[in-house]
């Protein structure tokens, strides 16, 4: 056996071992996925990779959409599902078929046994209805604005989008409202988008279960007051995840929503709902947290600017705590989830994710020097820590 031959059987001896990623430690895990993605770049050619990126990719991604429109996931059986039998129910010409579960093999989201087809992990996770959802919300919108980009680019000078009725993703939707306008106006598509968010919500890591809290928030509180304000809070799972962390704790939680999100809630155990849009004066005063999560990345620093004007007049200095749960990009290597996560903020509303350079302009701003930056472990969004120092 040659050295490579060896090594290869090293590769394959790996992955057999590795049954699931659920018990690695989040950093070596992260590790791991950066070293196996170096090993592949390190193997392709430029050729193969410019054609993996250019050619295979786009093609994936219509096979993954069609098979959701299609009933691919949902229609192979574990005693294994023949092409025939698709085409018959999704009622699809068997070609269109044969078409689109090649790539769907070729990636894993599907396994092949000679004639039949069966179910990989892939398959299951595309079953479920949040993971359909967010192929619909992903392709149907986001792929579109990101193909249609160049052009608007093109036409505009390729300058940074002016607001948020003037991005890419007007151009590819062919209307002139903003995206969340748009949504309200197309009920089915908000509800996979939606459907989207809750799912990478429960996928990202709890600030709870890693950000110190107690030394940085619960330490020095005074109890007879506002522990934490989530602005623009939605369904509260923050607040719950707090409460739930903390059962016992005294002080106030208080969810801040728009009118017609506090209405929808038929209430929130542990916690005070209040109507509140964060463009007007912030009404509590001398909090002790106020908390914002995926707030400031659909705004420009502009829009950010005044959201954040209103929260630093309520903080008291010295004692209040601006608590920012979002992305910290680096200032170089990022990783390719949060730069294109950053791509999509400015083709549908003209925003961007920060980095730690961008987080201290934008916050030093509104008078908030005393910053502080904590990365979770493994990957995932970070918490930025603001205090007010004086009046």
């Known amino acids: 056996m040659s050295f490579w031959e060896a090594r290869v059987k090293q590769i394959d001896d790996l992955t057999a071992s590795l049954q699931s990623p659920d018990g690695l430690n989040p950093d070596t895990r992260a590790a791991a996925l950066a ?20 050619v295979m990719y786009p093609a994936i991604l219509m096979a993954i959409r069609m ?19 698709i085409a018959e129910t999704s009622g699809a010409d068997p070609i269109v078929i044969n078409q689109v579960i090649r790539p769907l093999v070729a990636t894993g989201y599907v396994l092949q046994d000679g004639q039949t087809f069966k179910p990989s992990a892939l398959t ?3 079953a479920g209805s949040t993971m359909q959802a967010t192929a619909r919300a992903c392709f149907d919108v986001g792929n579109m604005c990101t193909a249609k980009a160049p052009e608007f680019f093109r036409k505009n000078n390729n ?57 940085r928030i619960l330490d020095g509180f005074t109890d007879d007051g506002v522990l934490l304000v989530d602005v623009a809070g939605g369904a509260g799972q923050y607040l719950t995840q707090f409460r739930a962390r903390f059962p016992h704790q005294q002080g106030r939680l208080v969810l801040q929503d728009l009118p017609q999100v506090v209405a929808s809630m038929t209430g929130l155990p542990g916690a005070e709902l209040q109507e509140y849009d964060f463009f ?46 979002e992305t910290i990009l680096p200032e170089s290597d990022c990783d390719l989830m949060s730069a294109s996560m950053s791509v999509m903020m400015m083709a549908l509303v003209a925003a961007f994710e920060r980095s730690e350079g961008q987080w201290r302009e934008l916050l030093s701003s ?18 930025i820590e603001a205090i007010k120092l004086v009046e």
């Open 35 to 54: 070293s196996a993605r170096k090993l592949l770049d390190a193997l392709e050619s430029p050729a193969e990779r410019i054609m993996r990126d250019m």
């Open 67 to 85: 098979g959701v429109q299609l009933g691919i996931f949902t229609g192979i059986r574990p005693e294994g599902t023949t092409l025939a039998k």
């Open 124 to 126: 299951t996770a595309m």
């Open 159 to 215: 300058q940074f989008p002016a607001s948020i009725n003037e991005t890419p993703f007007q151009l590819a939707m062919g209307t002139q409202l903003p995206f969340f306008g748009w949504l309200g106006e197309n009920p089915a598509l908000a509800a996979d988008f939606h459907s989207w968010m809750a799912w990478k919500e429960q996928a990202t890591l709890k600030w709870t279960d890693w950000f110190d809290i107690q030394t």
């Open 280 to 325: 007007n004066p912030q009404p509590i005063q001398g909090a002790r947290v106020y908390f914002l999560h995926w707030v400031l990345h659909d705004w420009s620093d502009a829009h950010c600017r005044s959201i954040l004007a209103n929260i630093v007049a309520a903080m008291k200095p010295g004692y209040s705590r601006l608590i920012i749960h």
């Open 366 to 383: 509104v008078g908030l020097t005393a910053v502080t930056f904590f990365q979770p472990p493994g990957m995932g969004e970070g918490i």
